[in-house]
C-alpha cells in the first residue's frame, strides 16, 4: 500500500521532471506588427502601450518573465498567449479583410472599454501595463479614428 509520503515523493519527482519540459514559446520575429502599426498609424504613446499592455500576449513576439521556466506556470501563460492571439493577433493582421479589422477594432475598444484588457491576471506582475483611464480614453480614441478609416472602405458581402 502506498503511503502519503511516498505519493508526495512520486508528485515531487513528476514535478522536477515536468521542468525539463515545456510548451513552444512565442518567439516569432519582432518586426511582425510593423505592418499592423503602419497601417493603423497609432502615435507614439499609443505605440507605447501597445507595446507595454498588448504585443505580449496579442502578437508573435512574447517578453517572458522570469517565472515562465516554472512547470506548470509556462502551461498556464502559454495558454493564455495562444488564447490571445487566437482573438486579436497583431503579428497576421496583413491579408485580414477590411470587415474582420474593422471588427476586430470594435473587439478592442469594447474590451478596453469594460477594462477587461489587458487581463488583470497579466497587470498582477507587469504594473507597467496598467491602464490609466487617460490612457485607456487614448486608445479608445486612435481606436475609433481606424474604425472610421476601415469604414470608408469598401467592405467585401
Known amino acids: 500500500m502506498t503511503t502519503p509520503k511516498t505519493l508526495g515523493l512520486f508528485a515531487l ?69 495562444k488564447d490571445g492571439k487566437k482573438h486579436f493577433n497583431m503579428s497576421n493582421w496583413v491579408g485580414n479583410s477590411v470587415k474582420r479589422k474593422d471588427h476586430k477594432f470594435e473587439e478592442l475598444i469594447e474590451m478596453v472599454e469594460a477594462k477587461d484588457m489587458p487581463l488583470k491576471s497579466y497587470t498582477w506582475t507587469h504594473s507597467e501595463a496598467r491602464l490609466t483611464d487617460a490612457q485607456i480614453k487614448t486608445v479608445i480614441d486612435w481606436a475609433k479614428l481606424v474604425r ?9 458581402e
Open 13 to 81: 519527482i513528476l514535478l522536477l521532471l515536468a521542468q525539463f519540459i515545456g510548451p513552444e514559446k512565442n518567439q516569432g520575429d519582432k518586426t511582425s506588427v510593423e505592418p499592423f502599426l503602419a497601417e493603423t498609424n497609432p502615435p507614439e504613446n499609443v505605440k507605447l502601450i501597445l507595446k507595454e499592455s498588448c504585443f505580449d500576449c496579442h502578437s508573435n513576439f512574447t517578453r517572458y518573465p522570469w517565472y515562465n521556466s516554472i512547470t506548470p506556470l509556462n502551461y498556464w501563460l502559454a495558454g493564455h498567449i
Open 148 to 156: 472610421a478609416k476601415y469604414g470608408l472602405l469598401p467592405k467585401p
